[in-house]
Nanobody, 125 residues
């Protein structure tokens, strides 16, 4: 059964950095578009960043553009989110997601077929 597992969350001070990882198992995700979403307490899950399955296109929410970088390592069946210059408003549970052969609508939650269980990121001021 296909599964995604996020790691790398934690507590960091404002201005710091974290690198989230998303490990895939049960199938090869090299032909899947991959995305990161986050959900803060009392808020809806929101789009953060995405990478097309071809790897040629990346997409970012305006709130993280220039600070976060999404990447993937197909050989390791893994995806990453490098988060720099973190702000308290980045505090949330971060989820990775995968969609088969998807090339657009990557900011929509309903585009995705698989989701991880989430990892907590807390940024203190």
């Amino acid at each position: 059964q296909a599964q995604l597992v996020e790691t790398g969350g934690g507590l960091v001070q404002a201005g710091g950095s974290l690198r989230l990882s998303c490990a895939g198992s049960g199938r090869t995700f090299s032909t899947y578009g991959m995305g990161w979403f986050r959900q803060a307490p009392g808020k809806e899950r929101e789009f953060v960043a995405a990478l097309s399955w071809t790897g040629t296109h990346t997409y970012y929410a305006d709130s993280v553009k220039g600070r976060f970088t999404i990447s993937r390592d197909s050989a390791k069946n893994a995806m990453y989110l490098q988060m720099n210059s973190l702000k308290p408003e980045d505090t949330a549970v971060y989820y990775c997601a995968a969609c088969a052969l998807c090339t657009d609508q990557l900011a929509r939650r309903d585009t995705y077929d698989y989701w991880g269980q989430g990892t907590q990121v807390t940024v203190s001021s």
